[in-house]
């Protein structure tokens, strides 16, 4: 990803070549690249002109033609014009000529807008259909571990629980460095009640991105349940502390409870890339991240250059904390959610300083905890904790999984990367 002034840049030149020569050989390619850009920026009237000057020049271009109206959809989209993005997106799917890479993203988008957005009917009929367009993109494209995650969120919202935990493990295999899938599958380890489950999940989450706030939220969420305030405290710092700080530092439970809670920072939630991901969220980028400020990125998944994956936040569990992951939401609800869910936190925070500060320091006698520290936890040899029980706690639950019932271990995900791995190795 450029930075934003090097972007910046190469509008105005562009411009100024449009400028100075109106008739240039290859003034579609330029109104591509400008309205791409203007895309990223957020002038989304500006892109949507230069799109459209492109798609109208039939000289050769870097994307073809389906491509561009692709991008044209996609803006719609991100302008919170969802009818007019879904009837574009349906336009597209009827032509015979799509790539199955294309066929793909544009089942994604249009799947993740029928979980989302409210405008588009009836809660019913969009959780099936969006998990329709899911699953064909799946058909078009088996590999995109992004487009199984979604599905698992898909199945997650609608409390089938064990489809999404099938999907969420397909995602983790096609695609396992994605705090966003770990998170999602600790939410659900929380809400079946496997709190150590969950703990580890989450610690997956924040160990591939330290700055995920929405698995440091629900760790300490999670860590409060269970009574253990110290380690709810350091994962709700961690939550809030600025992503560019959260690299190089992680607060400890260990740490002393007087820091102010004034170095509260605004909480963010990774999306890829993962994207961000994913995402963007992407890993998980968000496709309405654009109409956040978000930068967008290509999918790894074949997405053409400047278009993202559909808004992908992991659900932050527990009152005023959730975000519901609602991509329809607009500038100003996105900003005012963010600014509760940081409220929110640092209430929290102040409450256990006031706790923390007032109860007497820990001695042998007390109660055993039910999930160990922060510090345990993160240093915590899963793969030698899971390997003396894989083979039988494996076998089990795929037999669980045949008759459609029965809670999912975090072994079972450990045990299935490790046979993934190891068939990769006989591979080679």
């Known amino acids: 990803m450029f930075p934003a002034s090097r972007v910046n840049e190469a509008i105005k030149s562009f411009q100024k ?13 330029v109104h591509l690249r400008l309205g791409l850009m203007l895309k990223v920026n957020g002038d989304y009237e500006q892109s949507l002109k230069h799109l459209q000057l492109a798609l ?18 996609h803006l719609y989209e991100v302008q919170n014009k969802y009818r007019t993005a879904k009837e574009a997106y349906e336009r597209l799917l009827a032509s015979k000529q799509l790539t199955s890479s294309l066929k793909a993203d544009i089942y994604r988008q249009l799947g993740w807008m029928y979980h989302t957005v409210e ?63 770990w998170c999602s599958i ?19 989450a924040v160990q591939l991105d330290k700055s995920h706030s929405a698995a440091w939220t629900n760790l300490g969420i999670l860590y409060e349940s269970c009574n253990q305030p110290r380690d709810a405290y350091a994962c709700f710092r961690n939550a809030t502390i600025n992503q560019d700080q959260q690299k190089d530092r992680t607060v400890s439970a260990c740490e002393k409870s007087t820091v102010p809670a004034a170095s509260t920072g605004t909480t963010t939630s990774a999306t890829g890339a993962a994207t961000s991901a994913a995402a963007s969220g992407t890993s998980s980028v968000t496709a309405n991240s654009a109409a956040a400020g978000t930068p967008e990125t290509s999918s790894s998944s074949g997405t053409p250059t400047g278009t993202t994956a559909p808004n992908t936040q992991p659900t932050v569990l527990g009152g005023d904390l959730s975000n519901g992951g609602n991509s329809g939401a607009n500038n100003n ?8 869910r940081s409220q929110s936190l640092t209430q929290r925070i102040k409450f256990l300083q006031q706790h923390l500060g007032n109860a007497p320091m820990p001695s042998i006698t007390s109660k055993r905890r039910q999930l160990p520290s922060i510090e345990e936890a993160w240093n915590l040899p899963i793969s030698n904790e899971m390997s003396s029980r894989q083979q039988q706690t494996a076998q ?27 068939a990769k190795e006989k591979c080679y």
């Open 17 to 29: 070549l449009l400028y100075v020569c109106p008739d240039f050989v290859r003034a579609n390619e």
């Open 119 to 181: 405008l588009l009917g009836d809660k019913v009929q969009r959780e099936r259909l969006a998990i329709h367009c899911l699953q064909k993109s799946i058909e078009a494209e088996p590999r995109s571990g992004q487009t199984l995650y979604l599905l698992g969120r898909c199945f997650a919202g609608i409390n089938k629980v064990h489809d999404a935990f099938i999907a969420y493990r397909n995602s983790v295999e096609k695609s396992e460095g994605n705090a966003d899938t």
């Open 333 to 340: 609800s996105n900003n005012s959610s963010s600014s509760s």
């Open 396 to 422: 089990a639950q795929q037999r669980q999984f045949q008759k459609g019932y029965g809670q999912v271990s975090f072994a079972f995900f450990v045990y299935e990367g490790m046979k993934l791995n190891d």
């Open 56 to 73: 109208n020049d039939s000289s050769p271009c870097t994307l073809a033609q389906l491509e561009i109206r692709f991008h044209v959809a």
């Open 186 to 204: 600790g939410v659900l380890y929380q809400q079946q009640n496997q709190p150590m489950d969950a703990l580890q999940a989450y610690i997956c």
